[in-house]
């Protein structure tokens, strides 16, 4: 059983190493700057008694997420790390400017150098949550929440893809691309199929979606078709082809490119960009599905969408039924500060920066990583 079961059950309070697997070079400081390292050295020769609070915040509005990922760093990579009295918010709080999300109390060399790796954790799962988050609640301006599919595998190195389908899920992304997106919170990938697939098939989308539901029989068939750069007449192909049996079709068009249904009706262009996935395409593509009985057909659109891209279709009621978006949910727009607060108990900190008691922290037990 996955811990996040476990967590969702409410047998632990928080996600553990046996989760998140971390480089044991962690705790030798290779991802720590050096002047950490060189201040933990410092501090043990001539500031042994030291005991400090480090406390952390950011600068917006966002949905948090890492803090069981940093707890479990702390705990795991700490020395006598059930020493240290740390206070956190949760993965899924809504947080806000300024707000201290984190404070650790011990002494410094046990902990400090962790700093910039804790900076770093909070940040990029912060961001995605956060960045997905304002995805999903502009997929449901017009009034239906529409889901979004996580499809962020080809916009970062595959190392990632862990933390961040975990982080998509914490902003309320209930789909995923691969399986490693899932790894930490217990699903599995989806998607249908690639270009490539109809390329093998020489660009006959029917021929692809017969082959993928022969060797796929219990998935839902989903047909991609914008291969030929004529979504309305591909769309329909498969539609009569396969009737009630596909579930849904995915625009995938390229922003470089007019769909063949524009060039077949260029009476209509003039008052709108016809590139791309645009608002008029999928309009058309609906009255086209529905007019010959094929109203059960979901619209999936995917390609350069943002949240502004989706509320902008949203606000004009677009027909869509399914986001998919990826690279612009890892953009890292939410940066952690640490900061030295309290030294034995009194207020010292660099000009600008004090203690900020928080009470919506909550006390962590320290609870032993594998």
């Given amino acids: ?127 995605v949550a956060t960045n997905v988050y304002n995805v999903v609640k502009a997929a449901r301006y017009s009034g239906k929440q529409k889901p979004i599919i996580f499809m962020g595998d080809r916009d970062d190195h595959y190392t990632q893809q862990a933390g961040d389908g975990y982080a998509a899920s914490i902003g309320g992304s209930t789909a995923q691309a691969t399986h490693a997106m899932n790894e930490w919170w217990g699903k599995e990938g989806m998607g249908t199929m690639p270009h490539a697939l109809i390329q093998m098939f020489r660009g006959d989308v029917v021929a692809a979606s017969r082959a993928y539901q022969a060797q796929f029989p219990e998935d839902q068939l989903m047909a991609l078709v914008d291969y030929n750069n004529d979504v309305i007449t591909d769309s329909l192909k498969v539609a009569r082809e396969f009737g009630e049996e596909l579930k849904g079709v995915r625009l995938d068009t390229s922003r470089a490119l007019v769909d063949k249904y524009f060039l077949r009706n260029q009476h209509l262009m003039g008052t709108f960009d016809p590139r791309g996935v645009n608002p008029e395409l999928v309009f058309a593509l609906r009255r086209a599905l529905d007019k010959e009985g094929f109203k059960h057909v979901k619209i999936v659109v995917s390609g350069g969408f943002t949240e502004e891209r989706i509320r902008s279709f949203e606000e004009k009621k677009v027909p869509v039924d399914m986001y998919g978006v990826g690279g612009s949910l890892l953009k890292i727009g939410m940066g952690f500060t640490g900061d030295n607060v309290l030294v034995n108990g009194e207020p010292e900190a660099k000009e600008g920066r004090r203690y900020k008691p928080n009470p919506r922290l909550e006390y962590v037990e320290y609870v032993e990583q594998n």
């Avoid at 998140?20 to 410092?42: H, N, Q």
């Avoid at 009295?85 to 046990?110: C, R």
Wanted: hydrophobic fraction near 35%; glycine fraction near 8%.
């Fill in 1 to 127: 059983m996955k811990e996040i079961e476990l967590k969702l059950n409410g047998e632990i309070s928080r996600l553990t190493n046996k989760t998140f697997k971390f480089d044991e070079r962690v705790g030798e400081g290779w991802f720590s700057a050096v002047y950490f390292l060189k201040t933990k050295e410092i501090v043990e020769h001539h500031l042994p008694d030291n005991h400090v609070t480090m406390q952390f915040f950011q600068k917006n509005h966002g949905v948090l997420c890492g803090t069981d990922e940093t707890i479990a760093l702390i705990h795991t990579f700490a020395e006598q790390p059930q020493e240290l009295e740390i206070y956190s918010l949760k993965d899924g709080d809504k947080i806000s400017p300024f707000e201290t999300v984190l404070t650790v109390t011990g002494s410094y060399q046990s902990f400090g150098y962790l700093e910039g790796i804790i900076d770093g954790i909070l940040a990029r799962r912060t961001s």
